[in-house]
T-cell receptor, first 115, second 113 residues
């Protein structure tokens, strides 16, 4: 069964550093998403991406964040200057075109620790 | 996005059927009901989606009464591995696929031996 994959599984970085989180969505999906979950809290939507541009973003997704689909398979989330409060699990998801956008397939996540 | 209410936690035992009910009094005509499951330190997993009456797949059943103001996720013969958080989401998903999902706190289901 096709799966969303994410790398790395765990990233430790110092405050102020840039990080790039990588995702490989399911191959025939065209909608991509990033979410985050701070430990013990809800899963929060960050951004959705379609046709090489951002479709929707939340208030969390400020100028420190950016997304990119650099090639036909990868989907990345960049945080330019990490803060302590960016420590969280970051989940990538993808959705099949033509289906309900509420049917999303999530990756295993990247645990980001900012020290 | 319709507001949903579900129990914060539930306990059951292996082999039992578990029913988790979600209230969504303000559900709109075009809204679907979708359930996700999340294990600790893993991403949410799509379980089932329905609009009305009953939907069944290999994992669960979803019962939706005629007024659609609530729905019940039914897990048959649960095992310890069904211990997870279960989320009920309601919305029409008509944003052309771009809709970000809004997760609540979900129901923490604990299965005991």
């Amino acid at each position: 069964e096709p799966e969303v994959t994410q790398t790395p599984s765990h990233q430790v970085t110092q405050m102020g550093q840039e990080v790039i989180l990588r995702c490989v969505p399911i191959s025939n999906h065209l909608y991509f998403y990033w979410y985050r979950q701070i430990l013990g809290q809800k899963v929060e939507f960050l951004v959705s991406f379609y046709n090489n541009e951002i479709s929707e973003k939340s208030e969390i997704f400020d100028d420190q964040f950016s997304v990119e689909r650099p090639d036909g398979s990868n989907f990345t989330l960049k945080i330019r200057s990490t803060k302590l409060e960016d420590s969280a699990m970051y989940f990538c998801a993808s959705s099949p075109t033509g289906g309900s956008s509420y049917e999303q397939y999530f990756g295993p996540g990247t645990r980001l620790t900012v020290t | 996005l319709a507001k949903t209410t579900q129990p914060i936690s539930m306990d059951s035992y292996e082999g039992q059927e578990v029913n988790i009910t979600c209230s969504h009094n303000n559900i709109a005509t075009n809204d679907y009901i979708t359930w996700y499951q999340q294990f600790p330190s893993q991403g949410p997993r799509f379980i089932i989606q329905g609009y009305k009456t009953k939907v069944t797949n290999e994992v669960a059943s979803l019962f939706i009464p005629a007024d659609r103001k609530s729905s019940t996720l039914s897990l048959p013969r649960v095992s310890l591995s069904d211990t997870a958080v279960y989320y009920c989401l309601v919305g029409d998903g008509s944003g052309g696929g771009a809709d970000g999902l809004t997760f609540g706190k979900g129901t923490h289901l604990i299965i005991q031996p």
